[in-house]
C-alpha cells in the first residue's frame, strides 16, 4: 500500500472486476492492497475501523456473543459505519474495499506491542465470527475455497453412512431430525480439530475430523488467528519503513497509544484511598479476581509472583502510592514470619520497579480483563486469574454462595460461564451485588469495576479519575431501567463517539 500525495490515484473497477476483487463479505486479508490512496482517506478510514472494534468490543462484554440482541446491534453498527457484512448486497465494492484497507492500516498500528497485538485479533476474530453467522449456507464451501481452507463437505451417502456417530459426538446436533438432514458435515484433518477434539465435540475416523457446519467457525477462526498473528509478527519487521514517513509516523504513534481502553495508569487518585479502608474495599468494590487475591493474601500473608504483579498493579491503579504499597506488602510479609530484611533484599525492588522507579523505569498499568483471562493461568498454589476462567464449576458456586448471591444468581452466572462469556459473567455479579437491572457500562478492567462500584456507592459522585473515558449513565440501586433497543444502540453509538472525539480533533490539527 502506497500512501503518496503526488502519485495518489483511485482504482476505477467495473462489474466483474469489482465481484473479483471482494468476492465475499468477510475474508482473512491475505492480500494487502496494491493501490495509492491519500493520507485523508488513511486517516478516515482508520478511524472507522477503530469505531468498528471498539463497538465489537464494548457489545462482546455486554451481551452474550452470537445471542440476538449482541447480533441485530452490531448489525446496526456495521451499518452505520458503512462496513460489509451480508452477501447478494448491492453496491457492497465501496464498503468491501473500506473493510479490505482499513484492516491494513491498523496492522500498521496495532503490531507494536504484545497487548496491542492481542486486542486487534480478539476484535478482529468476534468480527469474523459475526460475518462468518449470517454468511448463506451456498456461499461458505466457495469462502472456505478463496480462504485456502481445503474443507470439503462430505455427500449425503457418507454422511448417513456415519450418522450416529457424529450425532453421538457432536453436542451441537442435538435437535430435530430436519436440522440434521439440513446439516453440511465437513471432513477435516485430525489437527485442525484439536480443540473440538479436546473438548471432545467432534467424531473421529482415520485421521479425519467430521465436523458439522454448526461447529466448523470454530476451526475457521483458529486459522484466521494463526493467520492474523503470522502477518502481525511479519508487519513489525516491515514497520520502520513506514515509520520514516514524518505525516505517517505521528499518526501510526498516536493509534498505537489510544482506544484500546483505558488502562488506568494515570495516577490522579494517588493517596486518596488509606491502607485502613483496604478490607473494607476488597468486599464492597473489588472484582472477584481482586477478592480473592486479597483473601489469599490476608490468610497466607505471601502471594506468588503472578498473584504480586496482578494485584499489586490493580492496588496502584485505585490510588496506593509506591509509600503505601511498600508498607502494605512489608506489613503482610512480616506477619507471615519474613524478616524484614529480606523483604527489603528480594520484594522491595519489584514494587519500587512496577511503579517504574527501577530498571527501565517503566510504569506499568494494571492488568485489564482480557490479558488476565488469556495469559498466564494460574497453577497449584496461585491465586491470580480470572475466577470465572480459571475456577472449577463447583469452587466457583462456592465462592458465589460466600458473597451472597443468591441461588438464581448463581445460576444464571454459571450459565454465562459455561458458554465462555467471562466478562459478562462478571457485568452480572456487579449487577446482583450493587442491586442494579443494568449497570450501564461494558466491563473490560479490574480498576473499572472498582471505580464504576464506587460511584454507585458513593451516590452517583463522580469520584473516579478524570482521564477516565465517559460512560454511559448509571442507576442508582433499586431503580428500575427499561432500555429497549434502540435506546441501548444510541448509548452505545454516544459512548463511541466520545472515545473517538479525541482521535478525530487530533487528525484535525
Given at each position: 500500500?502506497?500512501?503518496?500525495?503526488?502519485?495518489?490515484?483511485?482504482?476505477?473497477?467495473?462489474?466483474?472486476?469489482?465481484?473479483?476483487?471482494?468476492?465475499?463479505?468477510?475474508?482473512?486479508?491475505?492480500?494487502?492492497?496494491?493501490?495509492?490512496?491519500?493520507?485523508?482517506?488513511?486517516?478516515?478510514?482508520?478511524?472507522?475501523?477503530?469505531?468498528?472494534?471498539?463497538?465489537?468490543?464494548?457489545?462482546?462484554?455486554?451481551?452474550?456473543?452470537?445471542?440476538?440482541?449482541?447480533?441485530?446491534?452490531?448489525?446496526?453498527?456495521?451499518?452505520?459505519?458503512?462496513?460489509?457484512?451480508?452477501?447478494?448486497?448491492?453496491?457492497?465494492?465501496?464498503?468491501?474495499?473500506?473493510?479490505?484497507?482499513?484492516?491494513?492500516?491498523?496492522?500498521?498500528?496495532?503490531?507494536?506491542?504484545?497487548?496491542?497485538?492481542?486486542?486487534?485479533?480478539?476484535?478482529?476474530?468476534?468480527?469474523?465470527?459475526?460475518?462468518?453467522?449470517?454468511?448463506?449456507?451456498?456461499?461458505?464451501?466457495?469462502?472456505?475455497?478463496?480462504?485456502?481452507?481445503?474443507?470439503?463437505?462430505?455427500?449425503?451417502?457418507?454422511?448417513?453412512?456415519?450418522?450416529?456417530?457424529?450425532?453421538?459426538?457432536?453436542?451441537?446436533?442435538?435437535?430435530?431430525?430436519?436440522?440434521?438432514?439440513?446439516?453440511?458435515?465437513?471432513?477435516?484433518?485430525?489437527?485442525?480439530?484439536?480443540?473440538?477434539?479436546?473438548?471432545?465435540?467432534?467424531?473421529?475416523?482415520?485421521?479425519?475430523?467430521?465436523?458439522?457446519?454448526?461447529d466448523i467457525v470454530a476451526i475457521v477462526l483458529n486459522e484466521f488467528r494463526a493467520k492474523l498473528s503470522k502477518a502481525l509478527a511479519l508487519t513489525v519487521k516491515s514497520l520502520p519503513s513506514a515509520q520514516s514517513s514524518c505525516r505517517?509516523?505521528?499518526?501510526?504513534?498516536?493509534?498505537?497509544?489510544?482506544?484500546?481502553?483505558?488502562?488506568?495508569?494515570?495516577?490522579?487518585?494517588?493517596?486518596?484511598?488509606?491502607?485502613?479502608?483496604?478490607?473494607?474495599?476488597?468486599?464492597?468494590?473489588?472484582?472477584?479476581?481482586?477478592?480473592?487475591?486479597?483473601?489469599?493474601?490476608?490468610?497466607?500473608?505471601?502471594?506468588?509472583?503472578?498473584?504480586?504483579?496482578?494485584?499489586?498493579?490493580?492496588?496502584?491503579?485505585?490510588?496506593?502510592?509506591?509509600?503505601?504499597?511498600?508498607?502494605?506488602?512489608?506489613?503482610?510479609?512480616?506477619?507471615?514470619?519474613?524478616?524484614?530484611?529480606?523483604?527489603?533484599?528480594?520484594?522491595?525492588?519489584?514494587?519500587?520497579?512496577?511503579?517504574?522507579?527501577?530498571?527501565?523505569?517503566?510504569?506499568?498499568?494494571?492488568?485489564?480483563?482480557?490479558?488476565?483471562?488469556?495469559?498466564?493461568?494460574?497453577?497449584?498454589?496461585?491465586?491470580?486469574?480470572?475466577?470465572?476462567?480459571?475456577?472449577?464449576?463447583?469452587?466457583?458456586?462456592?465462592?458465589?454462595?460466600?458473597?451472597?448471591?443468591?441461588?438464581?444468581?448463581?445460576?444464571?452466572?454459571?450459565?454465562?460461564?459455561?458458554?465462555?462469556?467471562?466478562?459478562?459473567?462478571?457485568?452480572?455479579?456487579?449487577?446482583?451485588?450493587?442491586n442494579v437491572d443494568d449497570c450501564g457500562f461494558s466491563l473490560s478492567h479490574p480498576n473499572q469495576f472498582f471505580f464504576e462500584s464506587q460511584r454507585i456507592l458513593s451516590g452517583n459522585k463522580d469520584i473516579r479519575k478524570e482521564s477516565?473515558?465517559?460512560?454511559?449513565?448509571?442507576?442508582?440501586?433499586?431503580?428500575?431501567?427499561?432500555?429497549?433497543?434502540?435506546?441501548?444502540?444510541?448509548?452505545?453509538?454516544?459512548?463511541?463517539?466520545?472515545?473517538?472525539?479525541?482521535?478525530?480533533?487530533?487528525?484535525?490539527?
Open positions: 500500500m502506497q500512501f503518496s500525495r503526488a502519485n495518489w490515484k483511485r482504482l476505477r473497477l467495473t462489474g466483474d472486476q469489482r465481484n473479483v476483487c471482494y468476492p465475499h463479505s468477510l475474508q482473512f486479508y491475505l492480500e494487502p492492497p496494491s493501490e495509492s490512496i491519500s493520507l485523508i482517506e488513511f486517516e478516515s478510514l482508520a478511524i472507522d475501523r477503530v469505531k468498528l472494534l471498539k463497538a465489537v468490543e464494548n457489545l462482546g462484554v455486554s451481551y452474550v456473543k452470537g445471542a440476538e440482541p449482541y447480533q441485530s446491534k452490531l448489525e446496526s453498527e456495521i451499518r452505520r459505519l458503512k462496513f460489509s457484512f451480508r452477501e447478494n448486497l448491492e453496491n457492497e465494492y465501496e464498503p468491501r474495499r473500506k473493510d479490505h484497507i482499513s484492516h491494513f492500516i491498523l496492522r500498521l498500528a496495532y503490531c507494536q506491542s504484545e497487548d496491542l497485538r492481542r486486542w486487534f485479533i480478539q476484535q478482529e476474530m468476534d468480527l469474523l465470527r459475526f460475518r462468518f453467522s449470517i454468511l448463506p449456507k451456498d456461499k461458505i464451501q466457495n469462502f472456505l475455497k478463496d480462504s485456502h481452507l481445503h474443507f470439503e463437505a462430505i455427500s449425503d451417502d457418507e454422511k448417513k453412512l456415519r450418522e450416529p456417530e457424529i450425532l453421538a459426538s457432536s453436542p451441537s446436533l442435538s435437535g430435530s431430525k430436519t436440522d440434521w438432514e439440513s446439516e453440511s458435515v465437513y471432513k477435516i484433518p485430525f489437527a485442525d480439530a484439536l480443540d473440538l477434539f479436546r473438548g471432545r465435540k467432534v467424531y473421529l475416523e482415520s485421521g479425519f475430523a467430521y465436523v458439522p457446519l454448526k505517517l509516523q505521528p499518526v501510526l504513534g498516536h493509534f498505537s497509544h489510544s482506544y484500546t481502553g483505558q488502562d488506568y495508569s494515570t495516577q490522579k487518585n494517588a493517596g486518596k484511598i488509606s491502607l485502613d479502608q483496604i478490607d473494607s474495599l476488597s468486599t464492597r468494590s473489588f472484582p472477584p479476581c481482586m477478592r480473592q487475591l486479597h483473601k489469599a493474601l490476608r490468610e497466607n500473608h505471601h502471594l506468588r509472583h503472578g498473584g504480586r504483579m496482578q494485584y499489586g498493579l490493580f492496588l496502584k491503579g485505585i490510588g496506593l502510592t509506591l509509600e503505601q504499597a511498600l508498607q502494605f506488602w512489608k506489613q503482610e510479609f512480616i506477619r507471615g514470619k519474613m524478616d524484614p530484611d529480606k523483604f527489603d533484599k528480594g520484594y522491595s525492588y519489584n514494587i519500587r520497579h512496577s511503579f517504574g522507579k527501577e530498571g527501565k523505569r517503566t510504569d506499568y498499568t494494571p492488568f485489564s480483563c482480557m490479558k488476565i483471562i488469556l495469559t498466564n493461568p494460574p497453577s497449584q498454589g496461585d491465586y491470580h486469574g480470572c475466577p470465572f476462567r480459571h475456577s472449577d464449576q463447583e469452587l466457583l458456586k462456592q465462592k458465589l454462595q460466600s458473597y451472597k448471591i443468591s441461588p438464581g444468581g448463581i445460576h444464571q452466572i454459571l450459565d454465562l460461564v459455561k458458554g465462555t462469556h467471562y466478562q459478562v459473567a462478571c457485568q452480572k455479579y456487579f449487577e446482583m451485588i450493587h477516565i473515558q465517559p460512560e454511559t449513565p448509571q442507576p442508582k440501586p433499586g431503580v428500575q431501567k427499561a432500555k429497549d433497543a434502540s435506546s441501548a444502540l444510541a448509548c452505545l453509538n454516544s459512548s463511541l463517539e466520545m472515545d473517538m472525539e479525541g482521535l478525530e480533533d487530533y487528525f484535525s490539527e
